[in-house]
């Protein structure tokens, strides 16, 4: 049976287990010759318990059993098949080539199946032999023939005192080291008999008495339980030592000496289950049904049914016991004799059970066994890879049930009771335990619990090898199979893989959520990220000060070294000097916190710092803030509410991300088309330094972007905002004028609108030397043109106008200046605040175009068409120029008449008018602007002003000049709408509404708007430049007749009128129309308009294209009434004589 099918030995550390002594054993043959089993009389020295006598309930059975106890000596050949008290047994449950060998006898009625039951004379008579075999003086005489050279060889045994039953002890202590076979068969035959029943384990009952009394585990008494039963005891005591450690409240505590003795018996039976013979009972069947060609020895069996022991067809009772056994290796890893042989060496070489810092107790515990082995892997240190494989399956196998975790179940039974019950199976309790640890508003953990968490995960160590977290290797199968097939199975990359493509297409949601369950806890631990620990652990010794630190010691928070590093990951310059390259991370390390950088970004909970210090706000500002992404938005979008402590972590990672935003894993996943397209070169960069958000603030519009990554980029610039320091390129490149001209200033902002007012105020007072640096100068301008694109980005202005928004422009979108634009058309039933605002907008757009983000994005092709050589600030004027060209853009042209029509509402708007008339403006128009303030819009009154002393010719020669020929009435009364529909919804060509005004003149009934058109009228004659359909119309007869002719004062319009009158001249048909339209125009001007003084009729004939000729006559006029003047004057003389002489 058992003990003939094992060549190997029980190789385990047996200390407290004694053989007090064996006879010489029935079957065994020693060294000289065949064994006789002796005369047991009562020895000298009794054993530690004695034999009491068995129940007389069958007289014959009875004297049967004492005489196979008590019998005179006799030949070798005595068998116990030959006793009458068996025999029935025997023939029953045996096999008959058995019969002959003793111990296989004994072993096949031990081993007996449950059901299967033996009398009770048969029971006493195998008892009293086995305790007469472990009871006999002479046993110690037969070991020591049979391991003679054994003894000699081991030193512990040779010096043991004999005749008290300790050598035996020692050779099963050194069984691993016994090379004799005879030696070696000898002891393992012989532990089989002795684990058949606790009393026979020489001190065990010693010790544990009391404890088995108080904790009801059975009677001592041999009549009072089945001898067969007594694995039942030790089961009982086991149960009760892995429930002590569960529980708080120790109502029977077992005392210390008889701990050491239950893990004691425990790890004798480590490498043959039959040993354990509650076990042994209880798993019989399920031994046959699951591991039948599994060979018993090494531990073999108890390895297969823990494989198999979340199967569906595993029967409970057995479960139980392999639970009870695992729980023992949690608190003892000796009990393992496949793990204890596997690292034997390790154990010894890493010193994993010497740490004088820690209690005894604790250095047996498998969670302290396997960190302090993971963490020589970590660190590259030799490690079996039969060691390592029998790590996995412990660490498999504390991932798969809580329950071997003490402290789990002390610590966390509130929680499971409450939210986990009957998950228990394949680590779903754990996860469900983790789930609740990740901190859940609608539930709460334990701190002593999440610390239990804490400790299992840093044992366990999954990250190393997702398997061993078979709840999340069975929800993410099918996503490594697709994503991470590249990757070799069990490699540590396969986590960051996975979370990689978390809330991508490819991620499924019940891995979704047991990756972040277990990502949480590995976030608050560097060292259970393997790649990361062998790339950094340089770089933390040398900067993070972790010369020798013991990786299972507790003296350094695992995340103040992360801390660390990433602090130095990011550090180029501090305060203005910069870092010495030792200071900083290696290049191999550095990636790889940017990698746990980015897979922190993907939830704020993955952050253990940031969720500490802001959990209050968490709860307070982004309680319904639960989609991905959107709890770190929310802190960011309130920072300035937030709590100092939250606000300076929050305002940290801000900064990072401005400087790497590939930190940002979810923006980056969904920019990932424009960035392929525009940004590629700034994107394939391992390390970013702000290009790749610079890139795509400027293509954001672009036809890839989609809707995700438009909202990712204005969240950021809207953060950005908040403080300079979040745009990296513009903090890296403005810090010191920053901190020079700007100091105490921190939103971005305000540092952008006093650096911008600096570099103006230098630029008007021609200062020899820019108080900015050039480098701030670019950025600056960079940081402008970004600014106009969006309302939002400019606080001062959005403000004002978010009423005005949400009345005017509800349906209209922020982006691409589409809501700045409708305030614009707006502009008249905007509140004050705002209507003030946008017109600062305004006027700094116009003294600066390229900051009129929807003229540079419609008029983009056209500028570079037509004005790749103007000056930056003079792009609006180019435009003008060429905008009636044949290769002008309608949509450019358009916008080009709206913002010529702006320009006439205000001469502040017009920056070249302003210049050039910055004389004549206060000589004619004072009284406009003493009526009005500063803030307010003049419409138009100050260029009217302008237009008639124009016409009047009574302007400066600077304001002569063609700044002042614009055209488009900025009254126009509500008739237009029904007299020009056609023409002022297209506006086509500049001009068209006036020209229609100008034919429907009588039909004008507002006395205000025709006085207006007059007045237009009047202007066209003082130079044709103000009439622009005239000039269009006149442009070629212009170039041939009048090129020679200076514009201004009516002078190229008197040499078309001449030109006109000379029949020897032939215009263009459509100039000829249009000038004979105008001259027929002013004539009805003049009759309805007269002049109103002398001064306007002066006026008039100074404008009037006849002046010449109306001078003349005027001339001629004073020449006749001068003669006849003189003709009278001599007449009257002569009267006067005549009246005289009378």
Same mark, same amino acid.
């Given at each position: ?830 509140? /004050?605040? !705002?209507? #003030?605002? *946008?017109?600062?907008? &305004?006027?700094?757009?116009? +003294? @600066?175009?390229? =900051?009129?983000?929807? $003229? ?33 853009? /309608?949509? !450019?042209? #358009?916008? *080009?008449?709206?913002? &010529?029509?702006?320009?006439? +509402? @205000?001469?502040? =708007?017009?920056?070249? $008018? ?56 900025? $009254? ?171």
């Amino acid at each position: 049976m058992a003990a003939y099918r094992y060549p190997q030995l029980l190789p385990l550390l047996l200390s407290c287990v004694c053989l007090c002594g064996f006879g010489s054993v029935l079957g065994l043959k020693a060294v000289s010759g065949p064994a006789e089993l002796p005369n047991p009389p009562n020895p000298p020295n009794p054993p530690v318990l004695r034999a009491v006598n068995p129940p007389a309930k069958d007289a014959p059975a009875a004297a049967a059993a004492a005489a196979g106890a008590s019998q005179p000596r006799r030949a070798t050949s005595w068998k116990l098949s030959e006793e009458a008290a068996c025999r029935e047994d025997l023939s029953r449950l045996c096999p008959k080539h058995t019969w002959s060998n003793n111990l296989a006898v004994l072993e096949c009625l031990q081993d007996r199946r449950e059901e299967s039951e033996i009398s009770p004379d048969c029971n006493h008579l195998l008892w009293n032999y086995k305790l007469n075999l472990t009871t006999d003086p002479k046993f110690e005489s037969v070991a020591m023939e049979v391991c003679k050279s054994t003894i000699s060889e081991i030193k512990e045994c040779n010096e043991e005192e004999r005749g008290r039953g300790y050598l035996v002890s020692c050779l099963v202590d050194h069984r691993a080291n016994v090379s004799e076979y005879q030696c070696n068969q000898y002891i393992t035959k012989m532990t089989s008999i002795v684990f058949s029943d606790y009393r026979l384990i020489c001190g065990f009952t010693d010790k544990c008495k009391e404890d088995i009394n108080s904790l009801r585990c059975g009677s001592i008494n041999v009549g009072q339980k089945d001898v067969h039963s007594q694995g039942e005891v030790i089961s009982c005591l086991e149960k009760a030592l892995v429930r002590e450690a569960e529980q708080q409240d120790h109502v029977h505590p077992i005392k210390e000496e008889c701990k050491r003795a239950i893990l004691r018996v425990a790890e004798l039976s480590s490498d043959d289950f039959h040993l354990d013979r509650h076990l042994y009972f209880s798993c019989r069947a399920d031994r046959e049904r699951f591991c039948r060609n599994t060979p018993a020895g090494e531990g073999k069996v108890y390895k297969c049914l823990f494989n198999h022991k979340f199967e569906e067809a595993m029967s409970e009772k057995c479960r139980d016991a392999l639970t009870t056994r695992q729980k023992l290796i949690s608190q003892d890893y000796k009990v393992s004799y496949t793990l204890v042989k596997a690292c034997k060496v390790e154990l010894k070489k890493h010193r994993c059970n010497l740490d004088a810092s820690l209690p005894r107790a604790r250095e047996a515990r498998l969670s302290y066994l396997l960190l302090c082995l993971e963490a020589a892997v970590h660190r590259g240190r030799p490690v079996t890879g039969e060691c390592q494989g029998e790590m996995l399956d412990y660490r498999r196998m504390l991932m798969e049930d809580f329950s071997l975790s003490p402290e789990i179940v002390l610590h966390c039974r509130t929680e499971i009771e409450a939210h986990c019950s009957g998950l228990h199976r394949k680590g779903r309790t754990l996860h469900c335990l983790m789930k609740i640890g990740r901190g859940d508003r609608s539930t709460a953990v334990d701190g002593l619990c999440q610390s239990a968490l804490q400790t299992l995960i840093q044992s366990t160590d999954p990250v190393a090898d997702y398997r061993i977290d078979r709840a999340l290797n069975e929800a993410c199968e099918s996503v490594i199979q697709t994503a991470c097939k590249h990757i070799r199975t069990g490699d540590p990359m396969i986590l960051s893989c996975l979370m990689e493509h978390l809330y991508t297409e490819k991620m499924v949601e019940d891995c979704e959520h047991r990756l972040l369950e277990l990502q949480y806890f590995i976030s608050r631990d560097w060292k259970l990220d393997p790649t990361l620990y062998k790339k950094c652990q340089g770089d933390a010794a040398r900067l993070c000060h972790t010369h020798g630190w013991n990786e299972t010691s507790e003296l350094m928070p695992p995340g103040a070294v992360f801390s660390c590093l990433y602090r130095h990951a990011y550090r180029s310059e501090e305060q203005g000097r910069r870092v010495n390259s030792t200071e900083q991370l290696s290049r191999d390390c550095k990636m790889e916190v940017q990698r746990i950088l980015r897979q922190r970004a993907l939830d704020v909970k993955l952050d253990p710092d940031l969720q500490r210090r802001c959990m209050t706000d968490l709860g307070k500002w982004c309680s319904e803030k639960t989609d991905t992404g959107q709890e770190l938005e929310c802190l960011q979008d309130h920072l300035e509410d937030l709590v100092s402590a939250c606000r300076e972590v929050v305002g940290n990672l801000t900064e990072l991300e401005s400087e790497d935003i590939q930190i940002d894993a979810l923006l980056i996943k969904a920019c990932e088309p424009v960035a392929q397209a525009y940004c590629h070169d700034v994107a394939a960069n391992q390390i970013d330094t702000g290009d790749l958000m610079e890139c795509l603030v400027q293509n954001k519009h672009q036809k890839e972007m989609n809707d995700k990554c438009t909202v990712g980029v204005t969240h950021f610039q809207l953060v950005q905002m908040k403080d300079f320091r979040f745009s990296y390129k513009f903090k890296m490149a403005c810090k010191e004028d920053v901190l020079r001209l700007c100091p105490n200033i921190k939103k971005k902002v305000d540092v952008v609108l006093c650096l911008s007012s600096t570099v103006k105020n230098d630029t008007l007072q021609e200062a020899r030397e820019q108080r900015v640096s050039l480098k701030c100068r670019k950025q600056l301008r960079v940081e402008e043109l970004e600014m106009s694109e969006d309302i939002r980005l400019e606080p001062e202005l959005y403000d004002p106008c978010k009423s005005d928004i949400s009345r005017l422009c509800p349906n209209v979108a922020f982006g691409n200046a589409q809501m700045i634009e409708c305030l614009k058309e707006q502009k008249k039933q905007l509140s /004050p605040r !705002c209507h #003030q605002r *946008i017109f600062r907008l &305004q006027e700094v757009e116009m +003294t @600066d175009p390229e =900051l009129d983000y929807q $003229l540079m994005r419609v008029c983009k092709q056209m500028i570079k068409r037509f004005c790749t050589e103007a000056d930056a600030r003079n792009v609006l004027q180019c435009l003008k120029q060429n905008k009636n060209s044949e290769l002008m853009d /309608p949509k !450019c042209k #358009q916008m *080009i008449t709206k913002r &010529q029509i702006t320009q006439n +509402t @205000d001469y502040r =708007l017009n920056p070249l $008018l302003r210049k050039a008339c910055r004389a004549d403006i206060p000589k004619f128009c004072q009284p406009i602007l003493n009526k009005a303030s500063d803030d307010s819009e003049l419409e138009g009154q100050v260029i009217a002003c302008l237009k008639l002393k124009y016409a009047d010719q009574k302007l400066s020669s600077d304001s002569r000049r063609p700044p002042l020929s614009v055209s488009s009435s900025p $009254l126009l009364p509500p008739q237009i709408s029904r007299l020009c529909a056609e023409e002022a919804a297209a506006q086509e060509q500049t001009g068209q509404v006036e020209e229609c005004l100008k034919v429907n003149l009588l039909k004008i009934k507002l006395e205000a708007c025709k006085r207006e058109v007059l007045n237009m009228l009047k202007e066209s004659k003082a130079d044709i430049f103000v009439d622009p359909v005239l000039h269009t119309a006149c442009a070629l007869d212009l170039k041939h007749h009048c090129a020679a002719i200076t514009p201004g004062r009516g002078r190229q319009m008197s040499c078309l009128i001449e030109a006109l009158q000379d029949k020897r001249v032939r215009l263009q048909p459509e100039c000829k129309k249009r000038l004979q339209d105008r001259i027929d125009m002013w004539s009805y001007a003049a009759k309805v308009a007269p002049a109103e003084g002398f001064s306007d009729l002066a006026a008039q004939v100074m404008t009037s294209p006849s002046k010449d000729y109306i001078l003349l006559m005027i001339a001629l006029s004073v020449c006749v009434l001068f003669l006849v003047g003189l003709l009278c004057g001599r007449i009257t003389k002569r009267v006067t004589r005549e009246l005289k002489d009378r």
